[in-house]
């Protein structure tokens, strides 16, 4: 396994006093378009509020908390994780009051590990109808529902045997019950790489 350290080409965007995103800067326009997301690199994201690039209400509820309390000003700062199809990366996110009640987001990667390509988390993949959950910071897939168990995507592929399957399941996301308490509390805690394999 190769693991990279990262020089710290981080990434930046804000959000005015509405929540609508005001600025973001080349870091996120190259890490859009090296992670099949050039739509989120135009210009045209500028006005538009950031919870709406926010599926799972659960994850959105958390960012709004998150900001809520940084406008009374505390700041926030914690890990989480942003795989691509053929690497595992581990981000630190900074998130700090602005200007004129802006909220600044700040991401830099922490760790990065190359890895086989899957082809489960590549956007260009044709899918069946089914479904699968994946949580949202720690990149976990869901393998059995309801019953709290999540694996690393190469081992849920195993578990769940996707291999055998014609086509790879939709992916959903969602907050495992781990990232869920460990999010949930006052206190935003700095979590460790340990979490990255
Ligand atoms: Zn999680």
């Given at each position: ?30 890490f859009a378009?090296a992670n099949d997301g ?46 691509g ?113």
């Open positions: 396994m190769k693991t990279t350290q990262q020089p710290s080409n981080g990434v930046r965007y804000a959000i005015d006093a509405d929540d609508n995103i005001c600025s973001f800067d080349e870091g996120w326009v190259q378009s050039p739509e989120l690199a135009q210009p045209a994201i500028i006005g538009k509020s950031l919870w709406k690039y926010i599926n799972d209400e659960t994850t959105l509820k958390l960012y709004q908390q998150i900001v809520s309390r940084v406008r009374e000003g505390r700041s926030a700062r914690f890990s989480l994780r942003c795989d199809p053929d690497c595992r990366r581990l981000l630190e996110m900074t998130v700090r009051a602005g200007e004129g009640n802006t909220v600044e987001f700040e991401t830099r990667i922490v760790q990065l590990e190359q890895r086989a390509p899957v082809t489960l988390l590549s956007r260009n993949t044709p899918r069946s109808n089914g479904l699968l959950r994946v949580c949202a910071w720690c990149n976990r897939i869901e393998t059995e529902s309801g019953t709290g168990q999540w694996a690393e995507v190469e081992d849920a592929i195993e578990r769940l045997r996707l291999f055998e399957l014609p086509m790879p399941p939709q992916l959903t996301h969602g907050i495992c019950e781990t990232c869920f308490a460990s999010m949930s509390k006052r206190q935003i805690p700095k979590r460790s790489a340990k979490g990255i394999k």
